[in-house]
T-cell receptor, first 113, second 115 residues
């Protein structure tokens, strides 16, 4: 079945540091890829997405590129802020999966001043 | 404001006492879904609904029931809760059931503790 693998956390960074959170996937078809973010005490919200190979999703300074050849969708940000502290989930959905999201285990990011 | 609401946000109960967690969306979304979030496992789908009166099992449906009598509401029912259903539950919705790359909108979560 489909699966998503994310790097273990927590990831601890100082403000203005560069962020990478790795995500790789296994899928039977040609999935869409997502990053969702969960701030403390809140539900998940979409951060960015990409629906085809080589597409780059971007939002709030975060970026991720759909790499079909390496089955990856790594999340990056050039300069993190304290307000970016949250849990980040990589996820996929198949075309035939009726919107079912398959999530990774989540990566907690802690940014200190 | 477009949103998905869940109630209650926190619930402590005892084994075997039936409970319902409500979910409502005001965006006229066709698709709704329930997930549970557990440490080290991410989110897993419990049930989903493609439209009114159309529901189906997700990956972890055992011990849960759902219904979709109205488009906006999708309650999750635990007929006889057990401690292994202690978890954080999220309701989600999206505009269509088959659109590629559809964004799903999540509720704020319901934290359930079953003693």
């Amino acid at each position: 079945g489909d699966s998503v693998t994310q790097m273990e956390g927590p990831v601890t960074l100082s403000e203005e540091a560069f962020l990478t959170i790795n995500c790789t996937y296994t899928a039977t078809g040609y999935p869409s890829l997502f990053w969702y973010v969960q701030y403390p005490g809140e539900g998940l919200q979409l951060l960015l997405k990409a629906t085809k190979a080589d597409d780059k999703g971007s939002n709030k300074g975060f970026e991720a590129t759909y790499r079909k050849e390496t089955t990856s969708f790594h999340l990056e940000k050039g300069s993190v802020q304290v307000s970016d502290s949250a849990v980040y989930f990589c996820a996929l959905s198949e075309d035939t999966g009726f919107q079912k999201l398959v999530f990774g285990t989540g990566t907690r990011l802690l940014v200190s001043p | 404001e477009a949103q998905v609401t869940q109630n209650p946000r926190y619930l402590i109960t005892v084994t075997g006492k039936k409970l319902t967690v409500t979910c409502s969306q005001n965006m006229n979304h066709e698709y709704m879904s329930w997930y549970r979030q557990d440490p080290g496992l991410g989110l897993r789908q419990i049930y989903y609904s493609m439209n009114v009166e159309v529901t189906d099992k997700g990956d972890v449906p055992e011990g849960y029931k759902v219904s979709r009598k109205e488009k906006r509401n999708f309650p999750l029912i635990l007929e006889s809760p057990s401690p292994n259903q202690t978890s954080l539950y999220f309701c989600a919705s999206s505009l269509t059931r088959t659109g590629r790359g559809e964004t799903q909108y999540f509720g704020p979560g319901t934290r359930l503790l079953v003693l």
